[in-house]
């Protein structure tokens, strides 16, 4: 059950709060929810994943834009989300996959964010963590970025070309951890050491779960 109990101080863009987050998330988990209530629609069985990732993503930027002085970009410009004021930008991303670094087709420097979702049987979401840094983009000479290409597939379909973060980046994100169910995701003995391996290039900070 999404709780403010999860929330975590961490290093957030300028004018945004936690609170701002989670009410948010609490709006898109609604969203889904009265989806299913007045239609009966399961949207998770009938929309591609990825492309119900990318529904979930669009619902939490329209939500986040209608709470905070964030708001919503152009639908097809970068990145998803600008201060309304502010020269400071945030890119948003949704997974099912918990501790997920970044991906993209940009690849840019700046704010992002990254909302780990669970479905239900019945089709509600549940949000279980949440990853926010500022990243270094693809121009810049210590990349938190790599770059996939782009390959064809057993089927011969050829996916847009993709960014990632990389070891560093993605180190980023999850001590960023904004939000974090500790009753549903445990960080493992690995993901621990993997942490540490890096932190000569990349010192633990104090909010950091891995801290």
Request: glycine share 6%; net charge positive; with cysteine.
């Amino acid at each position: 059950m999404l709780s403010t109990k999860y929330l975590r101080k961490v290093l957030l863009p300028e004018d945004l709060s936690s609170e701002n987050i989670f009410h948010a998330l609490q709006n898109t988990q609604k969203f889904f929810k009265m989806i299913r209530e007045n239609t009966g629609i399961n949207l998770s069985n009938i929309i591609q994943a990825n492309n119900f990732s990318g529904m979930v993503s669009n619902v939490f930027t329209k939500k986040l834009s209608e709470l905070s002085v964030y708001r919503n970009n152009s639908e097809r410009a970068y990145p998803d989300l600008i201060h309304e004021t502010k020269s400071i930008g945030l890119e948003v991303k949704a997974t099912k996959k918990p501790f997920k670094g970044g991906e993209g087709h940009n690849g840019h420097s700046g704010w992002h964010i990254v909302i780990c979702y669970q479905i239900f049987e019945n089709g509600d979401i549940e949000f279980i963590q949440v990853e926010i840094a500022n990243l270094s983009g693809y121009e810049c000479t210590n990349s938190d970025w790599k770059y996939l290409g782009s390959q064809r597939n057993d089927n011969n379909s050829q996916r847009t070309e993709t960014y990632i973060t990389n070891n560093i980046g993605t180190a980023k994100l999850r001590d960023g951890t904004v939000y974090l169910n500790f009753d549903k995701i445990k960080i493992t003995p690995q993901l621990k050491r993997n942490r540490e391996k890096l932190s000569s290039f990349l010192p633990i900070p104090n909010y950091s779960p891995f801290a």
